[in-house]
């Protein structure tokens, strides 16, 4: 039988220790803790732990000081723990930028009496953060990630008219997703005749700060859908986190809707449903989806079938993806026309949208 996974809790809460503890340990876990981020680096370095949860505050060391730290120097998945606060959410998505794996929301802010009712989602993402490939920051122990020849900034804009739509790019993402998507939508061209539109597992609330910072470093503009938005080419659009993302016809054209999410389905904004309309809406050459990084096998099928009508389809490697499930699931389906490493898919998409539907069949 193997050996139980070693899981790290930090927070500086005594409570908070006590009730992660006994979930993870009926989880099947070894547990161990901290009380701050200058003392889990202490029992970091003695434990070896196969994977750490991390609170966002705390004294002494926060979490994201902490987190900089691990990632810089001996680099293990990292599941942050935060409070549901607009400032919860910056620091939050700073920690996945950074290179934390996933994240879990306190219901009731930093000391949480509720946390038993999310005790189900706290093991699953702890197990699945435990065999993840940890992303080494790229901060060199600092917070902030300066920008540099990986984050270069890019003029925004063509001058005169917009390229027309040929093309709507579907990406599909879960765990590890944020600094995935850096790495894919930087290596974009500015003047790309589609729009790109992402389905990123995320709960209400951290998706329009994804967002923003996704604009900093992106050559196209990115906006999260929060209303109906036509579609124009040469535009990044995000799912609003905790709800669904589907395509709809508008007069002549094409727009994106959010919409409540679908409790038949687990995952949200739901990449299978963005996927399913799309193909309602608009024909399959003029097509491409991507499946990166995150658990499970949401999107895969209707990307496989997005496939088999025309379309073509990026799963990203084993080699980069943080949790190599939902690319997997599309690659075990026969339905990826190519894999490829993060680093490598922006420039395909380019490369893909350069030439007209006819001249790429």
């Not at 803790?33 to 070896?48: F, K, M, P, Q, S």
């Not at 000391?111 to 940890?134: H, N």
């Not at 005749?193 to 329009?208: D, N, S, W």
């Not at 963005?274 to 949401?298: F, K, P, Y």
Request: hydrophobic share 40%; aromatic share 2%; with cysteine.
């Amino acid at each position: 039988m193997p050996a139980a996974k070693k899981v790290l809790v930090v927070d500086d809460s005594a409570l908070m220790r006590r009730v992660l503890t006994r979930m993870l340990e009926e989880g099947g876990f070894e547990v161990v803790t901290a009380h701050d981020g200058a003392h889990a680096l202490e029992v970091l370095a003695r434990e070896n732990p196969d994977v750490v949860t991390l609170d966002v505050n705390m004294p002494r060391m926060d979490g994201l000081t902490c987190l900089s730290r691990i990632m810089s120097d001996c680099p293990k998945p990292v599941v942050m723990c935060s409070s549901i606060t607009q400032e919860g959410a910056a620091a939050t998505l700073e920690a996945l930028a950074l290179g934390a794996v996933d994240i879990i929301l306190k219901p009731d802010g930093t000391v949480s009496p509720s946390l038993y009712r999310i005790e189900d989602e706290i093991v699953a993402k702890v197990r699945a953060a435990a065999s993840a490939r940890p992303r080494k920051s790229r901060a060199g122990g600092g917070v902030q990630r300066p920008v540099g020849p990986e984050r270069r900034a890019v003029p925004r804009g063509a001058t005169g008219a917009p390229p027309p739509l040929e093309y709507l790019v579907l990406v599909g993402v879960s765990t590890g997703g944020p600094g995935m998507l850096d790495d894919v939508l930087s290596e974009l061209p500015a003047d790309l005749p589609g729009a790109v539109v992402i389905a990123q597992h995320m709960p209400a609330g951290f998706t329009q700060t994804l967002a923003q910072r996704l604009d900093r470093t992106c050559p196209l503009p990115v906006s999260e859908v929060s209303a109906v938005t036509e579609i124009k080419a040469a535009n990044v659009y995000l799912g609003r986190g905790g709800s669904d993302l589907v395509v709809t016809r508008r007069g002549a054209g094409i727009a994106l809707s959010p919409v409540p999410a679908d409790p038949k389905r687990l995952w949200h904004p739901s990449v299978s449903r963005l996927v399913a309309s799309a193909l309602e809406h608009t024909e399959a050459a003029h097509l491409v989806g991507v499946q990166l990084t995150g658990m499970g096998n949401d999107g895969a099928a209707e990307m496989a079938e997005l496939r088999r009508l025309g379309g073509r389809t990026i799963a990203e490697s084993e080699e980069t993806a943080v949790v190599f499930g939902m690319p997997k699931e599309l690659i075990d389906l026969g339905g990826a026309t190519s894999v490829l490493p993060s680093s490598r898919i922006g420039r395909e998409i380019g490369r893909w949208t350069a030439l007209t539907p006819t001249q790429a069949a």
